[in-house]
């Protein structure tokens, strides 16, 4: 037998929109269990009260790094945002690169993120810049990189934002990473339209209130 808090958790979870609205502290959480009180009442085997579920989201969300979503949209408001196309990715040998000539060496800027474990470099770069690269081995897929450049510090949590909000639309992210004032996206070619779309949602979220992408059920979510 499932217990309640133990099915609430399942239920947030495994919908990443419930659970970036339950980190965001938007949802009403009397809104959010009648909402899920079918599939808990289902997996508990017997009628659930709906305050129970409210104590079992306040529980939840307790546990939860808070997410600031109106300071993240505003940030993303002021901030740059840059995509790449034709972006490919590689595995190389530290030494070999390092013995690449100075022109490859060159070549990378600003389109370039390295990654290293060990003495091999996961290198995102220009597909056109990657094939100069002696011994590199070559992912079969093409990406884009769509770069975020923040006027200030990259904002607390935008990341795990940016994580389960595109997760939430069924896009899988390559890649994430967040250095200083910078996040960079790494997305299938064909995903990269929709996550531009998202972002801009984003941006516009601290004028209109509402969760990105979100449909008119869950904006019901969060009013109060």
């Not at 502290?25 to 909402?35: F, I, P």
């Not at 009628?47 to 979503?69: A, G, M, P």
């Not at 840059?82 to 190389?92: K, M, S």
């Not at 810049?129 to 904002?155: N, Q, T, W």
């Amino acid at each position: 037998m499932v217990k309640v808090h133990h099915a609430v958790a399942i239920v947030v979870n495994s919908n990443p929109l419930y659970s970036l609205m339950l980190s965001s502290g938007l949802v009403n959480l009397s809104a959010l269990a009648r909402e899920i009180k079918p599939i808990v009442t289902s997996m508990v085997g017997k009628d659930v009260n709906i305050l129970t579920i409210v104590k079992s989201l306040e529980r939840l969300r307790r546990k939860r790094q808070v997410l600031s979503i109106r300071s993240i949209a505003e940030s993303l408001g002021r901030s740059e945002v840059i995509v790449y196309n034709g972006i490919g990715e590689a595995e190389v040998e530290a030494s070999k690169l390092v013995e690449s000539n100075s022109d490859c060496r060159y070549m990378l800027g600003e389109h370039l993120l390295i990654m290293g474990s060990g003495g091999l470099l996961r290198i995102i770069a220009p597909l056109t810049v990657l094939s100069k690269i002696p011994g590199a081995r070559l992912c079969s897929k093409e990406y884009s990189l769509v770069k975020i450049r923040f006027s200030e510090a990259a904002p607390v949590g935008i990341v795990t934002f940016i994580v389960q909000l595109t997760k939430a639309y069924g896009i899988s992210l390559r890649h994430i990473l967040r250095y200083d004032n910078e996040v960079y996206i790494v997305v299938e070619r064909a995903y990269s339209a929709s996550v531009l779309k998202l972002i801009e949602d984003a941006r516009r979220f601290s004028s209109n209130g509402q969760i990105p992408g979100s449909e008119d059920n869950v904006k019901d979510l969060a009013n109060t």
